[in-house]
T-cell receptor, first 112, second 111 residues
Framework: GEDVEQSLFLSVREGDSSVINCTYT??????LYWYKQEPGAGLQLLTY?????DMKQDQRLTVLLNKKDKHLSLRIADTQTGDSAIYFC????????????FGKGTKLSVIP | DTAVSQTPKYLVTQMGNDKSIKCEQN?????MYWYKQDSKKFLKIMFS???????INETVPNRFSPKSPDKAHLNLHINSLELGDSAVYFC??????????FGPGTRLLVL
């Protein structure tokens, strides 16, 4: 079945890099996503990567994909207090309607 | 302009009541979704819907029913609310081949 796993918590100091990891099981996934949820807010799409790519960089965000190991990571450079949030990894599953299967989210706490 | 909007933002109601949550998208997307986020922040798909098919997650009780008056709206109607229905409900929409965009969520509390 489909399953997406993430560690639940990560704490980093302001200015350091954060790396959030995710593993997924559906080898047919074509797109993998990172969403950010700030306290009391909705889901904001941060970035996504197509399964034939190894890496995608967007300003402070770097996504690495190891398709062989079904491992996805999100690196946030120069982490700021405003980056404190829950980060969800998601894979696109299902033909046609393309549902998203989410991990349980990693709560990132940035220490000033 | 808000791309995907939901109303109400907060909903507090008694057990046994029937309630609806509304979702509207102004992006011209073809497919809309409802997700449920429980108290542990775990997100689960409930429904996906376009004008051709409705796909229901088999774990969703039949007290929940999506209703789409037109392409831009997908409302969620819930009958006989139970305590366990308390959660945040997110609507999302997607154009063909594109990623999903989420609404701000509706926080439902059943007393």
């Amino acid at each position: 079945g489909e399953d997406v796993e993430q560690s639940l918590f990560l704490s980093v100091r302001e200015g350091d890099s954060s790396v959030i990891n995710c593993t997924y099981t559906d080898s047919s996934s074509t797109y993998l996503y990172w969403y950010k949820q700030e306290p009391g807010a909705g889901l904001q799409l941060l970035t996504y990567i197509f399964s034939n790519m190894d890496m995608k960089q967007d300003q402070r965000l770097t996504v690495l994909l190891n398709k062989k190991d079904k491992h996805l990571s999100l690196r946030i450079a120069d982490t700021q207090t405003g980056d404190s949030a829950i980060y969800f990894c998601a894979e696109r599953t299902g033909a046609g309607s393309y549902q998203l299967t989410f991990g349980k989210g990693t709560k990132l706490s940035v220490i000033p | 302009d808000t791309a995907v909007s939901q109303t109400p933002k907060y909903l507090v109601t008694q057990m046994g009541n029937d309630k609806s949550i509304k979702c509207e998208q102004n992006l011209g997307h073809d497919t809309m979704y409802w997700y449920k986020q429980d108290s542990k922040k775990f997100l689960k798909i409930m429904f996906s819907y376009n004008n051709k098919e409705l796909i229901i997650n088999e774990t969703v009780p039949n007290r929940f029913s999506p209703k789409s008056p037109d392409k831009a709206h997908l409302n969620l109607h819930i009958n006989s609310l139970e305590l366990g229905d308390s959660a945040v409900y997110f609507c999302a929409s997607r154009a063909l081949g594109e990623t999903q965009y989420f609404g701000p969520g509706t926080r439902l509390l059943v007393l």
